[in-house]
């Protein structure tokens, strides 16, 4: 069983009137888009994060963008917070729900909307599954970049919001990267369109700030994505090295030699027998880590570059290498690391998926650091990263059972972030704050810098009710907006928030 | 704007930046025709935080400038008390060339930025044939060249910032690390929001490896609706070229449509060649391969004293776009030179010089009006300040968008004291 933080069920001090939403909100949707069965409502009590639980008090479907603007209106109009839900495969706890609040879950907006091959580019709503959006667009040689372990799954709206990477955004980008124009609903239930038809629009790049808020500026209820073509050529090998020191000096030699891979992974010792044991992934014996190097593009320099590639894993002590021969070959290859997360519940009861980011440099330095810390602590820690991008995934193993065990699990978490924090890196590459790292947060920006960021979800938010409680630790209040709320603000009174 | 109290105001500012940094304007501080009251220098975040905290005291309207070489950019400037030189803060402060990053001070050149990091074979994937031409400078009007095709605009490449906000405050956001979602990147909230939301003073960019081998396929074709063929096809080849550009020079007959290939020593001068003999069979037209650049690649159609307009559509749409340029050009008895990004939809048109003023604003408006039906754009780069009393340089945007940024710069700068009346919408 997945597991972190272990937080107390949020059980917030009701805002706003619930009941008159509910009531309006059935009146809009129909009864059966609005849910508040208790049992029913509590299957959407957590996202992937399962640590962190919180049933919400009302869950809606809209099934078209017109309903999410009615439910975002409505909301705001009782005063009541609210919060989007993609497919809740989300590591951070961005999609936790609100107990006094209403979960808009969009897993109903599921139409490709436009596939636009002249323009390489197609039109989703929200609730589309990742990969829905490359197999739309494959019989025109076409695909959608990001690519999240979870692609099977977890959708573009959820992608938007969490700036969702993958494997291959080491070459190809993030989802920003990605996105042409969002529709979206602002807090006060108005619905605009960020970013267009034609690039690089004046003005403030509203879009480019959306992607990756976490659902705190507003809900998406159409998404442009951009297409690419489908690489003429994809070189995948897998080489088993000595140490994980290895096998990032043969990273490094790859890097320094001028080479872009699409995607570079490494795993230590204990994630690959973890994998062995639950897929036969049948990874070089004996090794102290495996590298995966993959390299797409134009043939001629695909090519070029994987026999270069394979030099240096050799230069740098790769004992074994292998090339997949075909997609069947390739499918095997990465099977192993992508079932690595999933492998590491057979050799532990619970675990901490962590996800810190430090200079790729660093990395041997940042990797003896996190074996000192498991070794002296004696929990365990099992490592698998994005190695050409510096991001990390250890996985901190754990008994919760074991009276003690969880909170020193924690601590060796946190010290790993304070380890990539040190470092000049970054406490979430991919899986975002959500919930669950608002409380590392001052570790790596100043009250200003959070402060300065909260100017924006000000003017995107003043009443602070879109995903409240996720990215900043404090939140801010966004100071009197003109014809409402008079005299001293009730978080201000209940101590709960700072006015600044 | 505000009204400064004279006296005190010099002395406070020298105080802040240092005695030598503090002076009149000179000629090459004047902002679209206008000096500024005071220029002070900042030599980095410090300085620029104390100057910007004596501007905030006293009410006074600021524009930042790095080496002044867009200056002329965005709306009509309203009176300007004091000009932000940030020239002097032009280090490079970190190349970790290991981890394919770059940080330094705004006021850098990007040409000092691309000599130093070559040296370890590396490169900022954003070109700007300006050249004086600084980081800050950049980051503020989000201008990039061709290779933005492969490598993304300056927004995409930016992964750290620092800025001072209107009251001094110093703010970070992003990071050093190209993987990094904690909390809002900032930086593209500021790529192109032209000084108005606050000064940025460094920033962190990502950089890529310089390129063994460039090549330029290049194909001549009489009419829009060929080059815009000629366009979708580079864009969609497997070559994967890291630019697609055109080149219309005024008056003239034909159009050039040149892709740029860049990659591993051998292997790109094979795949210019593949790419040059599939065309050739695809449209019919000869393809030529070059080893250096066209003279006009990566060079603005400009004419000194003249008007630079950028005109915008979908990509796929750029036959219709050339081709409503010509028709808005015999309207109005006017020829512009055309040039830019043929892949992403995006052109720069030069209008001479020497046209008036007023046929210049009528010519804007048309063809405005035209982009507009295409769901394009038409904005004024940089034109005589006379012209900006008469036409709007940026153009309408829809009313949704116009509110949250109205909404965003009163976050950011409530009392509309940074760089007022420059960008889109008045703001």
């Given at each position: 069983m997945e597991s972190g933080a272990l937080t107390p069920p949020a059980r917030q001090e009701p805002r706003g009137d619930l009941d008159g939403c509910t009531a309006r909100l059935r009146e809009l949707l129909g009864r059966e888009s609005v849910i508040t069965d208790r049992q029913r409502v509590r299957t959407y009590e957590c996202d992937g994060l399962a640590s962190h639980r919180t049933v919400p008090a009302v869950v809606v479907l809209p099934e078209n963008a017109e309903q999410v603007r009615a439910v975002v209106a409505t909301c705001s109009a009782h005063g009541v917070p609210f919060v989007a839900r993609g497919s809740g495969t989300g590591l951070s706890a961005g999609a936790l729900p609100r107990s006094d609040g209403v979960l808009v879950v969009t897993s109903r907006m599921r139409r490709i909307l436009e596939l636009d091959v002249a323009n390489e580019r197609a039109v989703v709503e929200p609730g589309v599954v990742n990969l829905d959006v490359t197999r739309a667009a494959q019989p025109y040689g076409y695909y959608f970049a990001p690519d999240p372990s979870s692609q099977q799954v977890c959708s573009v709206g959820g992608n938007v919001a969490e700036n969702s990477g993958g494997a291959h955004c080491l070459k190809h980008g993030f989802t920003v990267n990605h996105v042409l124009a969002v529709s979206v609903v602002t807090p006060d239930g108005q619905e605009v369109e960020l970013g267009g038809h034609a690039r690089e629009a004046p003005g403030y790049d509203l879009l480019g700030a959306f992607v990756g808020s976490e659902g705190t500026l507003g809900v998406v209820t159409s998404i442009t994505v951009r297409l690419l073509r489908v690489p003429e050529s994809v070189r995948t090998l897998l080489a088993g090295f000595p140490t994980t020191d290895d096998a990032g000096a043969a990273v490094s030699a790859i890097i320094a030699a001028g080479i872009t891979p699409a995607a570079v992974e490494m795993m230590d010792a204990l994630s690959i027998s973890a994998a062995e044991q639950a897929v036969r992934c049948d990874y070089p014996e004996g090794a102290g880590a495996v590298l995966i190097v993959e390299l797409d593009g134009p043939h001629a320099e695909v090519e070029h570059t994987f026999t270069e590639v394979s030099e240096h894993c050799v230069a740098h002590g790769a004992f074994e290498i292998r090339t997949a021969a075909d997609e069947r070959e390739r499918a095997l290859i990465w099977k192993g690391r992508k079932s690595a997360f999933a492998a590491v519940g057979r050799i532990s009861r619970d675990y901490i998926v962590q996800d810190g980011v430090i200079p790729r440099t660093a990395l041997p330095e940042v990797l003896r650091r996190i074996a000192e810390l498991s070794a002296s602590s004696g929990v365990r820690v099992a490592n698998v990263f994005h190695a050409g991008d510096g991001n990390l995934h250890p996985l901190v193993l754990f008994d919760g059972s074991d009276p003690g065990e969880t909170e020193r699990a924690e601590e060796v978490s946190g010290a790993i972030l304070d380890l990539c924090v040190e470092h000049g890196g970054s406490i979430t590459g991919e899986h975002g704050v959500g919930a669950d790292k608002v409380r590392y947060m001052g570790r790596m920006f100043t009250p200003e810098d959070l402060d300065t960021m909260q100017s924006l979800r000000c003017a995107f938010d003043p009443e602070g009710l879109c995903n409240p409680g996720k990215v900043f630790p404090t939140p801010r209040l966004c100071g009197e907006t003109p014809g409402r709320r008079r005299g001293v603000h009730p978080l201000t009174e209940a101590g709960l928030a700072e006015q600044f | 704007?505000?009204?400064?109290?004279?006296?005190?105001?010099?002395?406070?500012?020298?105080?802040?930046?240092?005695?030598?940094?503090?002076?009149?304007?000179?000629?090459?501080?004047?902002?679209?025709?206008?000096?500024?009251?005071?220029?002070?220098?900042?030599?980095?975040?410090?300085?620029?935080?104390?100057?910007?905290?004596?501007?905030?005291?006293?009410?006074?309207?600021?524009?930042?400038?790095?080496?002044?070489?867009?200056?002329?950019?965005?709306?009509?400037?309203?009176?300007?008390?004091?000009?932000?030189?940030?020239?002097?803060?032009?280090?490079?402060?970190?190349?970790?060339?290991?981890?394919?990053?770059?940080?330094?001070?705004?006021?850098?050149?990007?040409?000092?930025?691309?000599?130093?990091?070559?040296?370890?074979?590396?490169?900022?994937?954003?070109?700007?044939?300006?050249?004086?031409?600084?980081?800050?400078?950049?980051?503020?009007?989000?201008?990039?060249?061709?290779?933005?095709?492969?490598?993304?605009?300056?927004?995409?490449?930016?992964?750290?910032?620092?800025?001072?906000?209107?009251?001094?405050?110093?703010?970070?956001?992003?990071?050093?690390?190209?993987?990094?979602?904690?909390?809002?990147?900032?930086?593209?909230?500021?790529?192109?929001?032209?000084?108005?939301?606050?000064?940025?003073?460094?920033?962190?960019?990502?950089?890529?490896?310089?390129?063994?081998?460039r090549r330029w396929v290049a194909v001549r074709v009489p009419d829009p609706e060929s080059a815009a063929e000629a366009a979708r096809l580079f864009r969609v080849c497997q070559a994967a070229p890291s630019g697609v550009e055109l080149d219309r020079p005024a008056g003239g007959e034909g159009i050039t449509v040149c892709a740029e290939l860049e990659g591993r020593v051998g292997a790109t001068a094979h795949r210019a060649e593949e790419l040059a003999r599939s065309f050739e069979r695809t449209l019919g037209t000869a393809a030529e391969v070059l080893t250096r650049a066209p003279e006009w690649w990566d060079e603005l159609p400009h004419e000194s004293g003249g008007t630079l307009l950028r005109l915008a559509s979908a990509p796929a749409d750029l036959g219709e776009l050339v081709e409503l340029i010509g028709r808005v050009e015999r309207e109005h008895g006017v020829s512009l030179a055309l040039r830019g990004a043929a892949g992403l939809g995006v052109l720069y048109g030069a209008v001479p010089a020497g046209v008036a003023p007023e046929s210049v604003a009528r010519l804007v408006e048309g063809v405005r009006a035209e982009t507009g039906r295409l769901a394009g754009y038409t904005t004024v780069v940089h034109t005589p300040p006379r012209v900006k009393e008469l036409v709007d340089v940026w153009g309408p945007v829809a009313a949704g968008v116009g509110e949250l940024m109205r909404r965003t710069k009163e976050r950011f700068d409530p009392e509309h004291r940074l760089a007022p009346g420059r960008f889109v919408g008045g703001l």
């Open positions: - | 704007m505000g009204t400064p109290a004279k006296e005190t105001v010099p002395e406070e500012l020298r105080r802040a930046a240092g005695e030598e940094r503090v002076g009149r304007p000179g000629p090459a501080d004047v902002v679209d025709g206008g000096a500024p009251r005071w220029v002070a220098r900042a030599d980095g975040t410090d300085s620029a935080a104390a100057i910007l905290r004596v501007a905030a005291e006293h009410g006074m309207t600021v524009v930042p400038r790095g080496s002044g070489s867009k200056l002329d950019t965005g709306g009509p400037a309203a009176e300007v008390d004091l000009l932000l030189d940030l020239s002097a803060a032009d280090e490079v402060l970190e190349h970790a060339a290991g981890d394919l990053v770059v940080r330094a001070q705004a006021g850098a050149r990007l040409r000092d930025v691309q000599r130093v990091v070559a040296r370890a074979g590396q490169q900022l994937s954003v070109s700007d044939p300006r050249p004086t031409a600084t980081l800050g400078g950049v980051i503020a009007t989000g201008t990039s060249g061709p290779c933005r095709q492969l490598y993304g605009g300056v927004r995409d490449l930016l992964l750290g910032l620092t800025v001072v906000r209107a009251d001094g405050t110093v703010a970070r956001s992003g990071g050093k690390v190209v993987k990094n979602v904690a909390g809002y990147d900032l930086g593209k909230l500021f790529t192109g929001s032209y000084g108005t939301l606050g000064v940025v003073t460094e920033a962190i960019f990502r950089l890529h490896p310089l390129a063994g081998e």
